[in-house]
């Protein structure tokens, strides 16, 4: 079993759907992130969490500590939307541990 | 924008080859992280250092690869008598300490044939 889970694998929406990424983790963490990755590889910090919940624009991240679970939302998604998320818990030495990551189309 | 850079972007070279890649973090970023990437799957851990001091090393760094931050400032990965399993992008990041961020590099992708 994968120290961090992500669901769903893939998902598509039309533009202007609410969505929700899921994560599940298995280790003690000292944060967890979210991060964005576009096709050619490049990839970019969106949250980083160790409580509570986190806005930035159309990207909301929650995170409950005691089951080891966070959602990423994104409201009103857009076409520029589609990337691959992926969800990564961080440890004392802040090395990374990352799921498989969500790819996500948004449709027109 | 001094982001972190690698170099080269794409290697391709055949079974047996040695090839080193390199890695510029940003400059005020005392720690440097590198991950590797096959397709389809979620980054992996490969090792990272603090300043020039190489901290952790995973169990996927073989023999065959080393890491070096000379002077902490860039760093360079190395593999040798490289294997067809190891193609895959090979990301950099460093750290701000300020954010607990890690910032990405867009990768060096090696392909062995």
């Known amino acids: 079993k994968n120290e961090v889970e992500q669901s769903p694998q893939n998902l598509t929406a039309q533009e202007g759907e609410f969505i929700t990424i899921n994560c599940s983790y298995s280790?003690?963490?000292?944060?967890l992130h979210w991060l964005q990755q576009h096709p050619g590889g490049g990839i970019v910090s969106l949250f980083m969490l160790s409580s509570g919940k986190k806005k930035h624009g159309r990207l909301i991240a929650t995170i409950n500590i005691q089951e080891k679970h966070s959602s990423l939302h994104i409201t009103a998604s857009h076409p520029r939307d589609s990337a691959v998320y992926i969800c990564?818990?961080?440890?004392?030495?802040?090395?990374?541990?990352f799921g498989t990551g969500t790819r996500l189309q948004v449709f027109p | 924008d001094t982001g972190v850079s690698q170099d080269p972007r794409h290697k391709i070279t055949k079974r047996g080859q040695n090839v080193t890649f390199r890695c510029d973090p940003i400059s005020e970023h005392n720690r440097l992280y590198w991950y590797r990437q096959t397709l389809g799957q979620g980054p992996e851990f490969l090792t990272y250092f603090q300043n020039e001091a190489q901290l952790e090393k995973s169990r996927l760094l073989s023999d065959r690869f080393s890491a070096e931050r000379p002077k902490g400032s860039f760093s360079t990965l190395e593999i040798q008598r490289t294997e067809q399993g190891d193609s895959a992008m090979y990301l950099c990041a460093s750290l701000s300490t300020s954010t607990d961020t890690q910032y990405f590099g867009p990768g060096t992708r090696l392909t062995v044939l």
């Open positions: 990564a818990v961080g440890d004392n030495t802040d090395k990374l541990i």
């Open positions: 280790v003690g963490i000292s944060a």
